[in-house]
């Protein structure tokens, strides 16, 4: 009997987070101001409380996980990491395929593992209430989840396409507590200035983003701090918990080493999450091949251009040293909600500039393909952003067929999708369209940002 279930106790549970930060080979380009200067603390200090602004800048390796955090962890883990010896008997491959299954927390993904860290932090500083985006639902619910458990409010700003595409989604924010709008709202200045331009736009990330940290900056009595879900380093710290975990369950399942790893990439902390610790064994020395799956309607690292950008539509944030479409850019309305961000983590962009990842995009027909085969293999209903890693894993374990080698694949199961059951039947009904953009698509999309600051690509050559 193959060992499909490998499971970690709680007194085995990772009880520091990993920066990698502190080995990547060169160092990051700093957050900048508009004007090319650095960023004024006290800027961000009105956004963020200090001590999560603290780990964003820390240059140390490994950050301690609160004991409080970890008792509200444990209501799922450590996850379990499973093995997909159904679909590779399917398939018919040598590889062994491994996944973190994240869809067991409350909220149905990894995003709660931030979520309770950021409120924790937050509830420290003396603060009383988070806003923030969403745009699948995951991450507000994972806040509301959060903010429930540590006595705060919530408001979440949900990409208005998604809010009509998921509405359970609000009645899950709702049972928890948080307060959820469709974005663009009437609820702040920049939501009024879009609808009025725009009144059936589909919304975007980068503008409910804009929403939810003028709400933040409005509260006169300082009690309201932004929170984020992907793409700052103090968020794909929180989720590295992810790796660490799953390289013990590794050693459990006797596996000495890993060949590919593969998430799929919004903004990049589930990605990042697991393959983080993994990407310090690569720079050390070991070779493994490590992939970030984005959509090809929203390709910003396999088609955008590293450089300095806002990361939200109204320039509110900071310009981050990023893989970019650009903030303005809208993307179609793809059932990955998740992954419509314009921008990529400024950390996982350095990695791929350092070639320490091999981005790859994969269009969502291709990837509900793949969601079926799994559901019809596996049995369980992954989320649309996840089915962009299971697509990826297919490919690669055909891969290890046709070269007869017995690979050791891991990806992450990230979220499950018993609440995007319309794509599924969007699919069947043969109504889902496969979207690619263009190149020059891309260029109109960065044509209005040639006067930011420039990001200099700085790399070892070494990968
Ligand atoms: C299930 C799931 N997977 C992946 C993502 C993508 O985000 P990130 O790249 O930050 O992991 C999301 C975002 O909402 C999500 O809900």
């Not at 990049?268 to 050390?284: C, Q, T, Y």
Request: proline share 7%; net charge positive; aromatic share 8%.
């Amino acid at each position: 009997m193959k060992n499909i279930k490998i499971n970690l106790s709680e007194k085995d549970i990772p009880r520091k987070w990993y920066n990698l930060a502190a080995d990547l080979p060169t160092a990051m380009l700093p957050p900048l101001n508009y004007d090319g200067k650095p960023v004024d603390p006290a800027m961000l200090a009105k956004i963020f409380p200090g001590n999560l602004l603290e780990q964003e800048m820390s240059p140390k390796r490994w950050i301690d996980i609160p004991q409080e955090i970890l008792e509200i962890l444990y209501r799922w883990r450590p996850a379990p990491l499973r093995r997909a010896v159904y679909l590779e008997q399917f398939l018919k491959t040598p590889a062994r395929i491994y996944y973190k299954d994240e869809s067991v927390s409350p909220a149905g993904s990894h995003k709660p593992n931030t979520a309770v860290a950021q409120a924790w932090y937050n509830k420290q500083f003396g603060i009383k209430k988070l806003t923030t985006e969403t745009g699948a639902g995951q991450w507000g619910s994972a806040l509301s989840f959060a903010c429930n458990l540590l006595g705060l409010h919530c408001k979440v700003y949900m990409v208005r396409i998604s809010f009509d595409q998921k509405p359970l989604r609000k009645a899950l924010m709702q049972a928890w507590g948080g307060d959820c709008v469709p974005s663009p709202s009437p609820d702040t200045k920049i939501g009024q200035e879009i609808l009025a331009k725009m009144p059936d736009t589909p919304g975007s990330l980068g503008i409910a983003i804009s929403e939810a940290i003028e709400d933040a900056l409005a509260d006169e009595t300082g009690k309201t701090r932004y929170s984020l879900g992907s793409v700052l380093n103090h968020v794909l710290l929180h989720q590295t918990i992810i790796g660490l975990e799953a390289k013990k369950q590794l050693a459990h399942a006797r596996e000495k080493k890993v060949d590919v790893i593969i998430g799929c990439a919004g903004g990049g902390s589930n990605f990042a999450g697991l393959a983080f610790p993994f990407i310090a064994d690569k720079i050390h020395g070991k070779k493994i091949k490590i992939i970030p799956v984005e959509p090809s309607a929203c390709p910003k690292m396999t088609k955008g251009k590293f450089m300095y950008d806002f990361g939200d539509v109204a320039g509110k944030t900071p310009l981050l040293p990023m893989f970019s479409l650009g903030h303005n850019f809208i993307p179609p309305s793809i059932h990955a909600g998740g992954l419509r961000y314009h921008g990529m983590a400024p950390l996982v962009s350095q990695a791929a500039v350092e070639g320490l990842v091999e981005p790859k995009a994969y269009d969502q027909l291709k990837c509900y393909e793949a969601a079926f085969t799994w559901a019809k293999t596996e049995g369980t209903i992954c989320a649309p952003e996840t089915s962009h890693a299971i697509a990826c894993v297919i490919d690669e374990a055909k891969k290890a067929k046709e070269e007869g080698k017995e690979k050791v694949i891991l990806f992450n199961y990230s979220g499950h999708g018993l609440m995007d059951l319309l794509g599924y039947e969007k699919y069947l009904t043969g109504k889902l369209e496969a979207f690619h953009l263009s190149h020059e698509d891309v260029k109109k999309a960065l044509s209005n940002l040639e006067h930011f600051p420039k990001a200099e690509m700085r790399k070892t050559g070494k990968w």
